[in-house]
């Protein structure tokens, strides 16, 4: 029997070295080359975003009263402008080991977007070069896989050169020098096992698990009309900067189980423009929302999904329903410097690595919640999760250019405490003293 090979951090062959050099010079591909570009910068595309994702906000859809806010022209929501930047590794350093997907199973991935002033529709955008590094995070004692965490970045100017815009992705690699395994048979790997989602229910998420289903009832549902009830865009309310305190929490969001269609709002919008027939916000607040299944799921009258309709949430699904509560308290003259979005793909807790925060290399700003102790993502997300988004405000400074910033972390929690995604972010407010 061959002795397992065990690797070390910062410790490479020649060849490792002469490949990490191509790769800090941009010399290799990128993965998704087609999501590596900015996206449509026309007046259509940009409304239609903000209201699939926060259709009360009247900043980010009616120019009029953009214009009246102080915005030559309706700004694009944060998050509109996300570009996914990740580059190849050079396969010297080893593969990931399987076909299948599994080998992402507990990845921590920590993306983040920073913005330095509004940007409009009819934008001219430029993206500069793609840069690369990484962190090499084995185990000091040896590990038998290589786990890298890499880090790419690229920043984005508009016509006059100013930067408007950064994109940073860090996503762990475990990399090993085994022989690459056969392909999964025919049909691809299994999905389920034991802890999986239920019979009937959609597939899990990669890694071959999803937590199980929560049942909705009554007293769930009058939960969410209540944070909807609640809910208050602050709007042309200023919110200063000397009235904000450590400890301040804005008013949180709630968002129902969402529909396949529903989910993929931002991108395959057509399913909400052709029916119009209102989401289930609208519906359960209306009074009407249609028929119930076993798990207290609503489905659609004209529709007819039952729970085949509930997909996997998209990796910055939880970013974006972060964004409607943060520019909720922040309101107009509140700009929105750094967007970002931690998540996990679903496993079994046993399964999981590179936790946050023990296990990251750049800690969680959970822990600055004093109530939130051991509390981090543990899960991907599914549709039919409902979800609650919080926040929690642990600093507040002057920048360096003068400006009156507070930095928040908030995240996306469902109904039985799993955490789908941690949203850090940080908020620049108008000061009384200005």
């Not at 087609?34 to 980010?60: E, Q």
């Not at 090993?176 to 056969?182: F, G, M, Q, R, S």
């Not at 052709?274 to 929302?289: T, W």
């Not at 410097?337 to 807790?349: C, E, H, M, Q, Y």
Request: overall charge negative; hydrophobic content about 30%; some cysteine.
């Amino acid at each position: 029997m061959s002795e397992v090979k065990l690797f070390y951090p910062g410790v490479y062959t020649d060849e490792e070295k002469a490949a990490i050099e191509r790769y800090k010079k941009g010399e290799m591909p990128l993965l998704f080359e087609g999501l590596a570009k900015v996206p449509p910068m026309d007046d259509w595309t940009i409304r239609l975003f903000a209201k699939c994702w926060d259709g009360f906000n009247p900043l980010f859809t009616d120019p009029e009263y953009a214009k009246k806010a102080g915005y030559k022209d309706v700004p694009a929501m944060p998050g509109y402008l996300s570009i996914e930047v990740r580059s190849t590794f050079p396969d010297e350093l080893g593969n990931i080991g399987r076909p299948d997907g599994t080998s992402y199973v507990g990845d921590g991935y920590d993306h983040e977007d920073q913005y330095f002033q509004p940007i409009y529709p009819g934008d001219k955008l430029t993206m500069g070069p793609v840069k690369c590094d990484f962190y090499d995070a084995t185990p000091a004692e040896g590990y038998h896989k290589r786990i890298l965490i890499m880090i790419n970045e690229c920043e984005v100017f508009n016509e006059a050169g100013e930067l408007v815009a950064k994109c940073i992705r860090r996503w762990p690699e475990t990399l090993t020098k085994d022989p690459l395994p056969a392909a999964p048979p025919a049909g691809g790997p299994p999905q389920g096992g034991e802890g999986g989602a239920p019979a009937g229910g959609p597939p899990p998420m990669m890694g071959g698990f999803a937590h199980p289903q929560h049942i909705y009832t009554d007293e769930d549902y009058e939960t969410m009309k209540n944070y909807w009830r609640n809910e208050k865009v602050r709007g042309s309310e200023p919110l200063y900067w000397e009235d904000i305190n450590i400890g301040d929490e804005p008013t949180p969001t709630c968002e129902p189980p969402q529909y396949s269609n529903v989910i993929l709002r931002n991108m395959a919008i057509w399913d909400n423009l052709r029916f119009n027939e209102g989401s289930l916000r609208e519906k359960l607040l209306a009074g009407n929302p249609g028929r119930k299944d076993d798990k207290g799921l609503y489905s659609s009258s004209s529709h007819h999904w039952d729970v085949n309709g509930y997909a996997g949430l998209y990796n910055y699904h939880g970013k974006l329903l972060a964004t409607r509560m943060i520019t909720n308290w922040c309101g107009d003259s509140g700009f929105v410097t750094k967007l970002g979005w931690r998540f996990v793909n679903d496993a079994k807790p046993e399964d999981q690595f590179n936790h946050f925060p023990a296990d990251f290399y750049r800690p969680s700003e959970l822990l600055k919640v004093p109530y939130m102790k051991d509390r981090f993502v543990n899960s991907h997300g599914q549709g039919y999760d409902a979800y609650i988004t919080k926040g929690y405000v642990y600093d507040k400074y002057i920048g360096e250019d003068g400006g009156h910033y507070v930095d928040m972390i908030c995240w996306v929690e469902d109904f039985d405490g799993n955490i789908e995604q941690e949203v850090p972010a940080t908020i620049k407010l108008p000061s009384r003293g200005i």
